[in-house]
T-cell receptor
């Protein structure tokens, strides 16, 4: 079955530590996206990529980094520069047209 | 900055009633419109999309689009407690495939 897989489901980060969230899709989608969701804030775009080896900053990119070396994969690194990383992180993918997104199941990151 | 506004909630309706969820958008170039449902602690799932002015029906759900008024709505008929969730309105413009989301409205259906 085609889908989009995020791992891990839960992640705990210590202060000053970098962590990487995985996102893999087998839908042959061209574009991939990372969102952050905080209670009452809706979805905020962190980074997106429309093609391999290219990506753009979203609205809240500071403290995050991404790579897009393969069409299927778009990992997100939360760096120590992100001062308030506790949130629900959602990865999504789509074709480069107007058909909308498919979301992964999310990663809940907590700073300990 | 392109904006998508959803009327503030939460919205509470009795079981069997019609729930009406509304959304306005700022970019007149917007071409595609989506409604996602998100249960607490889960990721959003697409329930309706609409491209053309008018109504689109799918089971108990009807999406309505009025491009002149920059307005899109979702009607849920015969509301069930299982419809209790947050509903996100999203819009694509003509330039790329990137969605702009509203903040969502939480619907509660009372048994």
């Amino acid at each position: 079955d085609g889908g989009i897989t995020q791992s891990p489901k839960y992640l705990f980060r210590k202060e000053g530590q970098n962590v990487t969230l995985s996102c893999e899709q087998n839908l042959n989608h061209d574009a991939m996206y990372w969102y952050r969701q905080d209670p009452g804030q809706g979805l905020r775009l962190i980074y997106y990529s429309q093609i391999v080896n290219d990506f753009q900053k979203g609205d809240i990119a500071e403290g995050y980094s991404v790579s897009r070396e393969k069409k299927e994969s778009f990992p997100l690194t939360v760096t120590s520069a992100q001062k308030n990383p506790t949130a629900f992180y959602l990865c999504a993918s789509s074709f480069r047209d107007r058909r909308g997104y498919t979301f992964g199941s999310g990663t809940r990151l907590t700073v300990v | 900055q392109k904006e998508v506004e959803q009327n503030s909630g939460p919205l509470s309706v009795p079981e069997g009633a019609i729930a009406s969820l509304n959304c306005t958008y700022s970019d007149r170039g917007s071409q595609s419109f989506f409604w996602y449902r998100q249960y607490s602690g889960k990721s959003p799932e697409l329930i309706m999309f609409i491209y053309s002015n008018g109504d689109k029906e799918d089971g108990r759900f009807t999406a309505q689009l009025n491009k002149a008024s920059q307005y899109v709505s979702l009607l849920i008929r015969d509301s069930q407690p299982s419809d209790s969730a947050t509903y996100l309105c999203a819009v694509i413009d003509g330039a790329n495939s990137k969605l702009t989301f509203g903040k969502g409205i939480t619907l509660s259906v009372r048994p």
